[in-house]
């Protein structure tokens, strides 16, 4: 089976690569990464990099809101759905990302990502570095362009409280118990909310589980959605 991943926001597919070897027996992984200034258009980005036929749909933080968008866009070729650290809510206060966009505008948002990099993982000067640093290599690679058209995305999506009961494929919800960015408690709403998720809270685990428990997030993966599939 296709499992489509999508990075965080001003993140690339070295989010994912501690997960590939891992579930690379049962899964064909890919990942796309979106550069879109709204949802919609992100989650179409997606579905056409995704070709035809029937896949999973994976994402963190910005990529797993636009990973809900996505199986609510295609719910017939979407046959699971795993989101890391993305709520259904729309944004209450902008001004977090108003001032997140001047910065990118002024001088490519250099000390905003740097203060995102101390605060995304878990113990970001301990186990969690190494995570952090590969999140400074991501964001390196991003340019303004790609940052400035996610936070555009993030800034204007739709609440989508609502609208996840309708999501009827399995669902996998992985939160860090450390999120900073996203609590646990919105994930655990989600999933009651949903006819067919399961919740899992990562202890000592912030934000980016891939990069900090990426045994853990591809055993949960598996268990999912091979395991169970086959009754075991």
Not at 22 to 31: A, G, S
Not at 78 to 102: N, Q, S
Not at 182 to 203: C, H, I, K, Q, W
């Given at each position: 089976?296709?499992?489509?991943?999508?990075?965080?926001?001003?993140?690339?597919?070295?989010?994912?690569?501690?997960?590939?070897?891992?579930?690379?027996?049962?899964?064909?992984?890919?990942?796309?990464?979106?550069?879109?200034?709204?949802?919609?258009?992100?989650?179409?980005?997606?579905?056409?990099?995704?070709?035809?036929?029937?896949?999973?749909?994976?994402?963190?933080?910005?990529?797993?809101?636009?990973?809900?968008?996505?199986?609510?866009?295609?719910?017939?070729?979407?046959?699971?759905?795993?989101?890391?650290?993305?709520?259904?809510?729309?944004?209450?206060?902008?001004?977090?990302?108003?001032?997140?966009?001047?910065?990118?505008?002024?001088?490519?948002?250099?000390?905003?990502?740097?203060?995102?990099?101390?605060?995304?993982v878990f113990e970001p000067e301990g186990r969690g570095a190494a995570a952090a640093d590969t999140f400074r290599l991501m964001t390196g690679r991003a340019g303004a362009s790609l940052l400035l058209a996610q936070n555009e995305?993030?800034?204007?999506?739709?609440?989508?409280?609502?609208?996840?009961?309708?999501?009827?494929?399995?669902?996998?919800?992985?939160?860090?118990?450390?999120?900073?960015?996203?609590?646990?408690?919105?994930?655990?709403a989600m999933a009651r909310a949903m006819p067919d998720a399961r919740f899992v809270l990562l202890e000592e685990c912030g934000h980016l589980p891939s990069l900090e428990a990426p045994m853990r997030v591809a055993a949960e993966?598996?268990?999912?959605?091979?395991?169970?599939?086959?009754?075991?």
């Amino acid at each position: 089976m296709r499992l489509v991943f999508i990075p965080a926001f001003a993140c690339d597919g070295d989010l994912y690569e501690p997960l590939v070897p891992l579930l690379r027996p049962d899964f064909d992984c890919r990942t796309v990464i979106p550069a879109e200034p709204d949802m919609k258009a992100c989650a179409r980005a997606v579905l056409n990099a995704a070709g035809e036929g029937p896949f999973l749909v994976a994402g963190t933080s910005f990529g797993g809101h636009v990973a809900r968008e996505v199986a609510l866009m295609a719910p017939a070729q979407v046959r699971g759905l795993v989101v890391m650290g993305a709520g259904p809510a729309g944004v209450t206060d902008p001004a977090p990302l108003e001032r997140r966009r001047a910065a990118i505008e002024a001088d490519g948002g250099a000390d905003m990502l740097e203060d995102m990099a101390r605060r995304i993982v878990f113990e970001p000067e301990g186990r969690g570095a190494a995570a952090a640093d590969t999140f400074r290599l991501m964001t390196g690679r991003a340019g303004a362009s790609l940052l400035l058209a996610q936070n555009e995305a993030l800034l204007s999506r739709p609440d989508r409280t609502a609208d996840v009961s309708g999501i009827t494929c399995p669902a996998l919800l992985l939160w860090g118990a450390e999120d900073q960015f996203s609590p646990p408690s919105a994930g655990e709403a989600m999933a009651r909310a949903m006819p067919d998720a399961r919740f899992v809270l990562l202890e000592e685990c912030g934000h980016l589980p891939s990069l900090e428990a990426p045994m853990r997030v591809a055993a949960e993966i598996r268990h999912r959605f091979v395991d169970e599939a086959l009754g075991l």
